[in-house]
C-alpha cells in the first residue's frame, strides 16, 4: 500500500471511483496511525530504557497492532476488487518524467519572424500574419528542442532519485547514532547493576560493559563513515546492520531498514 497517494481512480477502469476515493482515504488514515506506532513504540522504549533499564518487546504484538491500523483499508480493498498487484502494475505504468516532457513539448513556440506574435514550434504557417515557415528548418528545431528537454527531463530524474538515496542515507545516519547512544546507555546501566549485585558472577558486569562499549563505538563509527560517504563505512554499516537484528525491537527494525537502504542500486551509487 505504499505510495498510494500517487495513485487514481483513471488507473483502475474496473473499480467504483466513489469506492476507490473511500480506500484511498483510509489507506491515508492508516498510514499516518502506523507512523504513530512506530514513534510511540521508539518513545517508549527509549523512556524505559532510560529510567528502568528494561525494553518493550515489540515483535508480535506490533504485528498486530499493525494489523489492526491497516484492516480497515485492506477490507474495502478486496471489496472493490483492488488487489496488491493491480496497484503495482498501475505505478509501472506511470512515468511522470515522460508526462512532463509531453506537457513541456505541448507548450513549446516560437517568434514569427515577421509579426513577431507567438506560435506553435511545429507550425509551418503564422495563424496571425500567413508567413511560411520551410518544412525541414521547422522540422529539425523541433526535433532539437524536444531533444533537449526530454535531457533534462532524465537529468531531473538522476537528481531526484539522488536526493532520496542521500535522505535515505541520512536516516541510516541518524539511526545508527541513536543506536549507538541508546545501548550504550542500556550496557552502561545493566554493567552497574550487575556489579552491584553480589550475586552476580565476578567479571561478568566488565564483560557486558566491554562489549557494549565496542558495539557502540563501531555503531557510531558507521555512522560517521556512512554520513561522510566512505566505502568502508558502507560495508561496517551492512556488518552492524546484521549486527544490530538482535536488538529487539529498536536495533532490529533499524538494522532491517540499513541493510535494505545500504544494499540498494542507489546508495551503492553514492559511495561510488
Known amino acids: 500500500m505504499r505510495k498510494f497517494r500517487e495513485l487514481c481512480a483513471a488507473d483502475f477502469p474496473d473499480v467504483d471511483p466513489e469506492k476507490f476515493e473511500l480506500w484511498k482515504q483510509a489507506a491515508d488514515e492508516a498510514g499516518q496511525r502506523a507512523k504513530i506506532v512506530w514513534i510511540s513504540l521508539v518513545v517508549i522504549n527509549i523512556i524505559l530504557l532510560v529510567s528502568a533499564g528494561a525494553l518493550v518487546l515489540g515483535g508480535l504484538p506490533l504485528f498486530f497492532v499493525l494489523f489492526l491500523v491497516w484492516r480497515k483499508p485492506r477490507r474495502i480493498a478486496r471489496e472493490i476488487g483492488l488487489t496488491d498487484s493491480a496497484i503495482a502494475a498501475a505505478r509501472k505504468l506511470q512515468a511522470p518524467v515522460d508526462a512532463g516532457v509531453s506537457d513541456s513539448l505541448s507548450s513549446l513556440s516560437k517568434k514569427c519572424p515577421q509579426c513577431a506574435e507567438r506560435i506553435k514550434a511545429e ?8 508567413f511560411h515557415f520551410e518544412a525541414a528548418a521547422v522540422q529539425q528545431e523541433t526535433e532539437r528542442r524536444q531533444t533537449a528537454l526530454r535531457e533534462a527531463a532524465a537529468r531531473r530524474e538522476i537528481e531526484e532519485k539522488e536526493r532520496n538515496a542521500r535522505s535515505r542515507l541520512k536516516r541510516v545516519t541518524i539511526f545508527f547514532y541513536i543506536l549507538a547512544v541508546v545501548y550504550g546507555i542500556f ?8 556489579n552491584a549485585d553480589p550475586k552476580a558472577p565476578p ?3 566488565a564483560i557486558l560493559f566491554a562489549f557494549f562499549a565496542v558495539a557502540g563505538i563501531l555503531t557510531a563509527a558507521a555512522a560517521w563513515g556512512v554520513g561522510k560517504r566512505k566505502r568502508w563505512g558502507r560495508r561496517l554499516g551492512i556488518g552492524m546492520g546484521i549486527f544490530w537484528l538482535i536488538g529487539v525491537p529498536l536495533g532490529t527494525l533499524a538494522g532491517i531498514y540499513a541493510l535494505v537502504v545500504l544494499g540498494s542500486g542507489d546508495s551503492r551509487k553514492a559511495f561510488a
Open 187 to 194: 550496557g552502561s546501566l545493566t554493567s552497574l547493576e550487575m
Open 203 to 205: 567479571g561478568v558486569a
Open 123 to 130: 507550425a509551418l504557417v503564422c495563424r496571425y500574419c500567413g
